[in-house]
């Protein structure tokens, strides 16, 4: 089965400009340019689907003249502000009418392709159990709500040791894989069976704000510094 990787990248981010495409650590086309060599050397990705209202975006994507990746000018009324998720998986299930969807971002640029290897064989693999994948970060922390603890009961202990506590799991927006009847019969990146695939914690970050932009940029530094 063909797994075909979503990669959406929109122009005009408000909270870091041109965070898909300003130079990251050094590296031209920045933290696109990363995403994009690092899905082409992911044995398992055979399409990798460039969508982008950004003409920068799809110059990169075009000046890699690699036949794996297919650049999409999406229209301007899918890339506004006010778009959501929703309205995008609809477009992905026009897009994608068969084959197994890995649905991921830029902003994710420490997962390796190993990685989104592995996920790819972890949800090929457990099809029996699961309809889909996410990744996440497994939180195993105290955590409570406005009133009492949400994750462990003080009548039992009041304070146990965080080893203990019940598990909760955090979606980090690294990849979603699913196949494309999902996108089409339920209208989601996920089904009703998900796997959690708990990511590392270099590999969880996400880049949102621009703290988190010269924050990664350091880490990507040293990592490569190695």
Not at 58 to 79: A, M, S
Not at 183 to 211: C, F
Request: aromatic content about 10%.
């Amino acid at each position: 089965m063909n797994n075909i990787v979503f990669l959406p990248c929109r122009k005009g981010s408000q909270r870091v400009p041109n965070k898909n495409t300003r130079t990251f650590a050094g590296v031209e086309g920045g933290l696109l340019r990363i995403k994009l060599e690092e899905l082409l050397k992911a044995s398992l990705v055979d399409k990798i689907l460039l969508s982008s209202n950004d003409d920068e975006v799809l110059r990169i994507g075009e000046d890699f003249k690699n036949p794996k990746i297919q650049v999409l000018p999406r229209p301007d009324c899918l890339c506004t502000s006010e778009t959501s998720t929703d309205d995008l998986i609809l477009y992905v299930s026009e897009l994608v009418k068969e084959g197994t969807i890995l649905w991921t971002h830029v902003t994710s640029p420490f997962l390796s392709a190993k990685t989104y290897d592995d996920m790819l064989v972890s949800f090929h693999s457990n099809r029996d159990s699961y309809d889909s994948l996410m990744s996440v970060n497994v939180i195993r922390n105290f955590l409570w709500n406005e009133k009492e603890p949400v994750n462990y009961d003080r009548l039992v202990e009041k304070w146990p040791r965080t080893q203990t506590l019940s598990s909760l799991y955090e979606p980090n927006s690294g990849a979603f894989i699913a196949d494309a009847n999902i996108y089409q019969t339920i209208h989601d990146r996920i089904g009703n069976k998900v796997y959690m695939y708990e990511t590392s914690r270099l590999e969880s970050l996400d880049i949102d704000w621009p703290e988190d932009f010269e924050f990664a940029q350091q880490l990507y530094l040293n990592y490569h510094a190695k």
